[in-house]
């Protein structure tokens, strides 16, 4: 072991077993593909001459295609017939940008009906008013 770097052994969960065992300073890329959808842990401990260090990290992985539904919310009080729509879809793995949820339609809010409604009232008015003959 190095006297100017620390060992730095990373662990997925409650694995017993390191997934890698690295000298620092490192760049180490965490491919999440092989991890089940979900809440993970990961657990990063150090060792520096005789001291250990320790840093727990908690993060969820989503790596199936993203679902989404209209028409039923979580805890919602509902009966009835529901109409729902669903869609699913993939993000794609590139880094690009993307803007989270772009393929899925959805429906218009009522506010914005509500506010397009309100401006076209008040321009009707204000037609009528400085306008009129």
Partial sequence: MSKHNAIVFIYIDEESNPIAELQTPIVFNLDTT?????EHT???????????????IHFNVRNG??????GLSDNETVNGTLPLML????????QSFIIKGS???RTIPVWVWVIA????AWAAFYIVTNFSL
């Fill in 103 to 105: 393929e899925n339609p």
């Fill in 65 to 70: 295609p993203i679902i989404h539904m209209e």
């Fill in 87 to 94: 869609n699913a879809y993939d993000t794609g793995r590139n």
């Fill in 34 to 38: 092989k991890l089940s959808d979900g």
């Fill in 42 to 56: 990961l657990k990063i401990i150090s060792r520096f001459d005789n001291k250990e260090g320790l840093k727990i």
């Fill in 117 to 120: 409604l309100v401006f076209i």
